[in-house]
């Protein structure tokens, strides 16, 4: 059989793919547990970036350890549940498609509680979409239930330059000081506002130029997630 | 000039390949010349101008780069060996195809083990790993070289040109880090009193143009050190 006949050429082919198949998949599958670790890691740093706490990678698990001194399990009414997983192992995703299924009641909302410099922070994960992927983060607020204290964002595939932007300090340190309620206690969120706007504005945050369809996934996002936790924040508000 | 400068060396380095004497070295002269080779004469950017994209997006710091630099040498190495043992079975009309099916396997493993193990730089890296898959210095060695040349000659001319990118890459970085953030590693060089006296770190080293205008100056140099680079009138 000539090599460059279409019999050879077709069993190469197959061949190849699968010798190649086996190859990725045997080191996909014996690297897991290291990178599943690294994951574990890199969430506990986000997390802590969103209470300004820099993280190395080396000491992020001590740090976490050290601040977040709760973790909470909400339902949809705002009530603590207790059962079997912890809110760092719930799959954020997960629960926010019970919602397009009709399973409001069943789903569970994480709430991290941590504790810098003598004051509470609630922190808050939330998760939407942007341009070419899913974009997530994580919102602390203070004792009051409305400032914010910091915000920690993060993206799949944003455009580098664009989108990517919302990943960047200066972005994020526009959050810090907003209120989520308004004086009269009505549910406003935060909202990146396109074509800039007053930084005394206690609702909103400039908008990355360019980056409409991302700037628009983060206000979605804040708005969905955190109206989540309303009733919980009604009932511990001080 | 280029091509011609391929085609010669690899006309060079088959002949006295195929009628080698049992028991000629691993690294004799003729090997030794494929490692050496594109660190200098024959460098993949800055002589043959390949490879240029990724060079300009990983070099503000040193560490992405060097972490580039070794995925690089590491999946030119591997792959061109990998073909250079198969080429002799290789169908010729789907030759393309199969040397980029190598090339993408062995960068989703290099990315894997970045993933596992130094998870902070494969972030900083993020699309340049699988973006190795289109540099083209590693699929013009696959063609050049590694399709008519056996596995160990062939495996020793992708750690060159891998090198040999990685050269400039790291020397590009150390410009752009030292000067970009007053860094090497991270590590602080420039001391707090050289700011105090009114240094500024400079912001242009930090935007990718000025990665090319670095390029650019190694060329110049290289070139005015090399005379064999210069072209005849």
Redesign the interface.
């Known amino acids: 059989m000539h090599k460059d006949s279409n019999k050879a050429t077709l069993l190469f082919s197959s061949g190849m793919v699968v010798v190649i198949a086996i190859m990725l998949s045997v080191t996909a599958i014996a690297l897991a547990p290291y990178q599943a670790k690294n994951i574990r890691i890199e969430k506990m740093r986000n997390i802590l970036t969103s209470v300004s706490i820099d993280a190395k990678f080396k000491d992020a698990e001590n740090l976490f350890e050290k601040y977040i001194v709760k973790q909470v399990v909400l339902n949809n009414k705002g009530e603590e549940v207790s059962g079997s997983t912890t809110a760092f192992d719930i799959d954020l995703k997960k629960e926010m498609d019970k919602a397009k299924t009709g399973n409001q009641d069943k789903q569970l909302f994480p709430l991290f509680v941590c504790r810098k410099e003598g004051k509470s922070l609630y922190i808050i994960p939330v998760r939407g979409k942007g341009l070419w992927g899913p974009i997530w983060g994580y919102i602390a607020v203070e004792g009051d239930m409305n400032t914010v204290y910091g915000v920690s964002l993060g993206h799949k595939s944003e455009t580098p330059g664009l989108g990517a932007e919302i990943e960047t300090e200066k972005f994020q340190d526009e959050f810090t000081g907003k209120k989520i309620f308004d004086e009269s206690g009505k549910f406003v969120s935060v909202k990146v506002i396109k074509g800039g706007t007053d930084p005394s504005n206690p609702h909103g945050v400039d908008a990355v130029s360019g980056a409409t369809v991302t700037s628009d996934g983060v206000t979605e996002m804040f708005e969905r997630t955190l109206g989540n936790y309303i009733p919980y924040f009604k009932k511990s508000k001080q | 000039m280029n091509y011609k400068s391929d085609v010669m060396s690899t006309g060079t380095v088959t002949t006295p390949v195929k009628t080698k004497a049992p028991g000629e070295g691993l690294f004799s002269a003729k090997n030794r010349k494929l490692i050496y080779d594109p660190l200098n004469d024959n460098n993949p950017i800055t002589v043959q101008v390949l490879g240029i994209c990724s060079a300009l997006a990983v070099t503000v710091k040193m560490k992405p780069s060097i972490v580039m630099a070794i995925s690089v040498v590491v999946v030119c190495a591997c792959s061109n060996l990998i073909i250079s043992m198969i080429r ?7 030759r393309i ?2 040397q980029l ?2 090339v993408a ?1 062995m960068v ?2 290099v990315d ?2 970045l ?3 130094v ?2 730089v494969s ?1 900083q890296l993020s699309v340049f790993v699988g973006l190795i898959i289109t540099n083209c210095i590693i699929m013009g060695r696959l063609e050049a070289y590694a399709m008519s040349n056996k596995p160990w000659p062939s495996f020793l001319d992708g750690i060159g040109n891998g090198l040999g990118y990685g050269l400039i890459l790291i020397i590009v970085s150390i410009v752009r880090e030292l000067f970009g953030s007053g860094e090497l590693m991270g590590t602080r060089i420039i001391p707090e009193s050289v700011y105090d006296m009114g240094y500024f770190n400079n912001s242009l080293v930090i935007m990718p143009p000025m990665a090319l205008i670095i390029v650019g100056v190694i060329i110049w140099i290289q070139r005015s050190r090399n005379r064999k680079l210069i072209e005849s009138k």
Not at chain 2, 88 to 94: K, L, Q, W
């Open positions: 002799n079975s290789i169908p010729n009309r789907v195809i199969v099916t190598v396997g989703i493993i894997q083990f993933k596992a193990f998870f902070d972030k």
